[in-house]
């Protein structure tokens, strides 16, 4: 059974940063892309960030760009979602999902195969 488990989310003031994590199990880590999607409230979920499975190709989406920073450490397991520069329309709740494969079209990067079950990220005016 496929477990992601995100972490490190909270309450910060406009400005700061965060580092979020998700850690895998249930699965051969280093041979799926993992990406990360978020839902702010009243919203639906967006697609956020994308890495593949070695973590040479990345993909972000325009607002987060340059912000945001997805890595992946394959002997740990784990994702992680750097973000910088947070502003309150940053706040949501944050995914971490897991795809069937080793990489992904773009056009598939918004239909994981796996989900995690959330963590709050609260950004203050």
């Known amino acids: 059974q496929v477990q992601l488990v995100e972490s490190g989310g909270g309450l910060v003031q406009a400005g700061e940063s965060l580092r979020l994590s998700c850690a895998a199990s249930?699965?051969?880590?280093?041979?799926?892309?993992m990406g990360w999607f978020r839902q702010a409230p009243g919203k639906e979920r967006e697609f956020l960030a994308y890495?593949?499975?070695?973590?040479?190709?990345?993909h972000y989406i325009d607002s987060v760009k340059g912000r945001f920073t997805i890595s992946r450490d394959n002997a740990q397991n784990t994702v992680f979602l750097q973000m910088n520069s947070l502003e309150p329309e940053d706040t949501a709740v944050y995914y971490c999902?897991?795809?069937?494969?080793?990489?992904?079209?773009?056009?598939?990067?918004?239909?994981?195969?796996?989900w995690g079950q959330g963590t709050r990220v609260t950004v203050s005016s």
């Open positions: 249930g699965l051969a880590f280093s041979n799926h892309a």
């Open positions: 999902a897991g795809y069937h494969t080793l990489w992904v079209s773009a056009q598939a990067m918004s239909t994981p195969a796996y």
């Open positions: 890495i593949n499975w070695s973590g040479a190709s990345t």
